[in-house]
């Protein structure tokens, strides 16, 4: 059984487009995020929800909108695409909001613009 | 401000050697310290943690790491790699005292590979 799922998993398209990517984690947490992977590996946290309830929002571009419509659901929108959102996007999820709680990560969405 | 430093981006080991993977950290208070691996072409998987009690954790796949304190470290190792070890490392830190800033500090990654 996947833990942390993600769709698509592989996704191209043209600059200016809107894509969306999917995330559901079977675990029963109540917190999850999205991450960003560039090509260097660097990894950049974007946002996390709690409980549908946003708690990180880091310095993205607008463009990015997150929605949780329940709490093993995180969803990432993106508008107008441009050629540097091109990475690999990670939805992960953990438990709770102490610190000390591991975080579980799903396989990625790879993001090509063209 | 908290930040982690994994000094090496690749580390080279024979197979059947002993391998090391440095991580040092900076937080106010107490650290919560972790390590990720990410396999090629997948998402990281949770290896270890320390949040509290004894120096040396155990962890997945035979890995092991140490808390050391007063050098604010927290490196990762394993008595005998393995070919299968090859992968990307993450360190990864949160302060136990941070409050509302529930971000975790992530390293830049060390590339390990282990050569046959």
């Known amino acids: 059984d996947t833990a942390v799922s993600q769709t698509p998993k592989y996704l191209v398209t043209q600059m200016g487009n809107d894509k969306s990517i999917k995330c559901e984690q079977n675990?029963?947490?109540?917190?999850m995020y999205w991450y960003k992977q560039d090509s260097k590996k660097f990894l950049k946290i974007m946002f996390s929800y709690n409980n549908k309830e946003l708690i990180i929002n880091e310095t993205v571009p607008n463009r990015f909108s997150p929605k949780s419509p329940d709490k093993a659901h995180l969803n990432l929108h993106i508008n107008s695409l441009e050629l540097g959102d091109s990475a690999v996007y990670f939805c992960?999820?953990?438990?709770?909001?102490?610190?000390?709680?591991?975080?579980?990560f799903g396989p990625g969405t790879r993001l090509t613009v063209l | 401000a908290q930040s982690v430093a994994q000094p090496e981006d690749q580390v080279n080991v024979a197979e059947g050697n002993p391998l090391t993977v440095k991580c040092t950290y900076s937080v106010s208070g107490n650290p919560y310290l972790f390590w990720y691996v990410q396999y090629p072409n997948r998402g990281l998987q949770f290896l270890l943690k320390?949040?509290?009690?004894d120096n040396l954790v155990k962890g997945s796949y035979g890995f092991e790491a140490e808390f050391n304190k007063s050098q604010t470290s927290f490196h990762l190792k394993k008595p005998s790699a393995l070919v299968s070890d090859s992968a990307l490392y993450f360190c990864?830190?949160?302060?136990?005292?941070?409050?509302?800033?529930?971000?975790?500090?992530w390293g830049l990654g060390t590339s390990l590979a282990v050569n046959p």
């Open positions: 320390y949040i509290t009690g």
């Open positions: 992960a999820s953990s438990q709770g909001l102490a610190s000390y709680n591991e975080q579980f």
């Open positions: 675990l029963g947490h109540d917190t």
């Open positions: 990864a830190v949160r302060a136990s005292n941070a409050g509302n800033n529930r971000k975790l500090i």
